[in-house]
């Protein structure tokens, strides 16, 4: 699948057109896929922030393409600068599997994926996908690729083990407050 599939969609939906008439002063900020090897867990969202309101929508493809609102954290990351113009992009999904498939060949990662997690963002004028991948062996990998010349610029390995605080043997919990 590639990412034309999904603007064509995008601009075929009567709402989404009716939201850019309405919100002229809207840009995509970011753009969400979930690509489930395992399963039919799929998904793919185009979120747009309208500067005038200080509001977030995002465009939900899956069923049809709903909008709806967007919770935000924090409104002042959010620049017009680093608008994604989704006319100056081509992305093939499948080739980016790939680029991260090689990339743990050659990090000697051995596991297979099951889910890929991938976030089209802009910073300093460049577009990244920044994409948090599952595999097997409740593994996790973080790949940061450039999106000019499908470069990898951060790869790293972790494991759901690492996110678990393990308490060590021999240690004693506090009684406070206890008589």
Avoid: W
Avoid at 106 to 113: D, E, F, L
Wanted: overall charge positive; some cysteine.
């Amino acid at each position: 699948m590639n990412l034309e599939f999904y603007i064509e969609k995008l601009n075929d939906s009567e709402e989404y057109k009716k939201f850019l008439k309405k919100n002229k002063d809207a840009f995509l900020a970011s753009a969400f896929f979930v690509i489930d090897k395992k399963g039919n867990d799929n998904k793919q969202h185009f979120d747009y922030f309208i500067p005038s309101k200080d509001k977030m929508f995002s465009f939900s493809l899956e069923n049809g393409c709903k909008k709806t609102p967007v919770e935000m954290v924090d409104k002042n990351s959010i620049k017009k600068e680093n608008a994604i113009d989704l006319e100056d992009l081509s992305i093939d999904f499948d080739k980016i599997e790939e680029r991260i498939s090689n990339e743990m060949q050659a990090q000697k990662v051995k596991n297979k994926i099951h889910k890929l997690l991938l976030s089209l963002q802009k910073k300093d004028n460049k577009d990244y996908i920044l994409a948090t991948v599952f595999i097997s062996n409740m593994g996790l990998l973080k790949v940061t690729i450039n999106l000019d010349g499908m470069k990898i610029e951060d790869f790293e390995k972790k494991s759901f083990m690492d996110f678990l605080k393990i308490e060590g043997k021999g240690k004693k919990k506090s009684k406070q407050g206890k008589k």
